[in-house]
């Protein structure tokens, strides 16, 4: 799958795409609030565009493992007067919910893309989805945001991940969901310990080969970094960057970061130095050969 059928776009999935964090919550996962008004908001959203982000990710309810549930009419009231002041702005916006009646407010609106850490799972999601022209992604986890990290367990955690998601995609194009309108997430940080979290990094070209589906990648600033540097969340940037272009390495489809400006930098040197696809056949696809 050469490109992302998305809302009003195609967008190429030649090289990675950014797509760009935007909380409008009061307890994100590394905000902590800053942008917590309409206006704030919109205002960090065009930065990130300047910055060169491609996809706009807004949420309006923290998923931070431990974070509070928000009742559908908050959420929209957070998010609605956003993604309307987006949406004029004509670039791709996806929104971060789980909820169906979220979803459809957004809809309604004019989102490109639904970003579901509950994979489509709600009450009527799946049919919502394939009567619109938007994107999906479907993510992986285990468990609720409030208790998914108290003892998360599986058998092999690379192939329940695989499974799940594999059956997610599958439900989505039965529903109707063409399949260049998929994107498949394995959920970092979601009811996972580090040891699952590395695990399924490291299998990241293993996973795009079962699936036969672009893959989406969030790992910004998440306690996994943490856990490697020993830094706090407001220090773990450059981390942030190194994961990002181990995961576009590993073929990436879409990577959702905090840190724009610092992963678009990257991500170019990446493209001008790494060796050319006709000489090693690329990493992405060298690494691919190695599994
Ligand atoms: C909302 N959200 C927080 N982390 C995420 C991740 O890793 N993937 C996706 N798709 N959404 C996320």
Do not use: W
């Amino acid at each position: 799958m050469n490109e992302l059928h998305c809302g009003r776009f195609v967008l190429p999935l030649s090289r990675p795409l950014i797509m760009g964090i935007v909380n409008v919550t009061p307890d994100s996962f590394s905000d902590g609030g800053c942008f917590d008004s309409t206006a704030a908001a919109v205002a960090h959203a065009q930065k990130l565009l300047t910055e060169g982000a491609d996809i706009l990710d807004i949420g309006g309810e923290s998923t931070r493992p431990g974070a509070t549930v928000v009742s559908v009419e908050e959420e929209i009231r957070r998010v609605v007067p956003v993604l309307r002041a987006l949406h004029a702005l004509n670039v791709p916006l996806s929104i971060d919910t789980c909820k169906p009646e979220v979803m459809c407010a957004a809809l309604e609106v004019g989102v490109d893309l639904v970003n579901d850490i509950a994979a489509l799972e709600g009450r009527g999601a799946l049919e919502l989805l394939a009567a619109s022209g938007a994107a999906v992604c479907l993510m992986h986890k285990q468990g609720e945001p409030q208790t998914m990290q108290a003892a998360p367990e599986y058998a092999d955690v690379v192939v329940d991940v695989i499974d799940y998601l594999a059956a997610r995609r599958d439900a989505a194009q039965a529903a109707g969901i063409a399949p260049e309108r998929i994107l498949l997430d394995p959920g970092f940080g979601f009811g996972k310990t580090f040891e699952h979290n590395v695990a399924l990094f490291r299998a990241l070209v293993r996973m795009r080969q079962a699936l036969d589906c672009p893959l989406l990648v969030g790992v910004s600033r998440k306690s996994m970094l943490g856990q490697i540097t020993g830094r706090p969340v407001s220090e773990r940037v450059s981390a942030s960057v190194a994961a990002a272009l181990l995961a576009a390495q590993s073929g990436a489809a879409v990577i959702r970061v905090h840190d724009v400006a610092e992963t678009a930098d990257a991500l170019k040197v990446l493209a001008a130095l790494e060796l050319p696809v006709a000489s090693c056949a690329g990493l992405r696809d060298n690494a691919r050969l190695s599994v």
